[in-house]
C-alpha cells in the first residue's frame, strides 16, 4: 500500500507562484513514475506533468515554460513548482504514482489551487 499526501495549495494571484509537494510512502518510491493531474471545476482530470525516475520530464503544453516538476528520491517527495500562474490553472491538483513493471497506481486526496485574477 501507498500512501501520498499533498500540500502546498492555496489562493494566488495571476502572475505569482506555489510549490506543491507530494510526500509518498513505501520503499519503492524511487522506481516510480510519479505525475501531477488536475481537474479544473466542471471539467475532467488531466495529466499536467510527469517525471520518470532517472528524471526525464513532461509537461502539458500549457504548463510549458510555467511548471516544473522535479522528485528528491532521498525525501519520497515530487514537488511542482508553478509559476505565472493564470486563472485557469485553478483547479484541484491531485499526485499520481504508477510504475511501469507492476501493476496499480495510486492517488493523493488533492491539493485546491485558487488563482484569482
Known amino acids: 500500500q501507498v500512501q501520498l499526501v499533498e500540500s502546498g495549495g492555496g489562493l494566488v494571484q495571476a502572475g505569482g507562484s506555489l510549490r506543491l509537494s507530494c510526500a509518498a510512502s513505501g520503499k519503492i518510491f524511487s522506481n516510480a513514475i510519479m505525475g501531477w493531474y488536475r481537474q479544473p471545476p466542471g471539467k475532467q482530470r488531466e495529466l499536467v506533468a510527469s517525471?520518470?525516475?532517472?528524471?526525464?520530464?513532461n509537461y502539458v503544453d500549457s504548463g510549458k515554460g510555467r511548471f516544473t516538476i522535479s522528485r528528491d528520491n532521498a525525501k519520497n517527495t515530487v514537488y511542482l513548482q508553478m509559476n505565472s500562474l493564470k486563472s485557469e490553472d485553478t483547479a484541484v491538483y491531485y499526485c499520481?504514482?504508477?510504475?511501469?513493471?507492476?501493476?496499480?497506481?495510486?492517488w493523493g486526496q488533492g491539493t485546491q489551487v485558487t488563482v484569482s485574477s
Open positions: 517525471i520518470t525516475p532517472g528524471g526525464t520530464a
Open positions: 499520481n504514482i504508477r510504475w511501469t513493471f507492476i501493476s496499480g497506481t495510486y
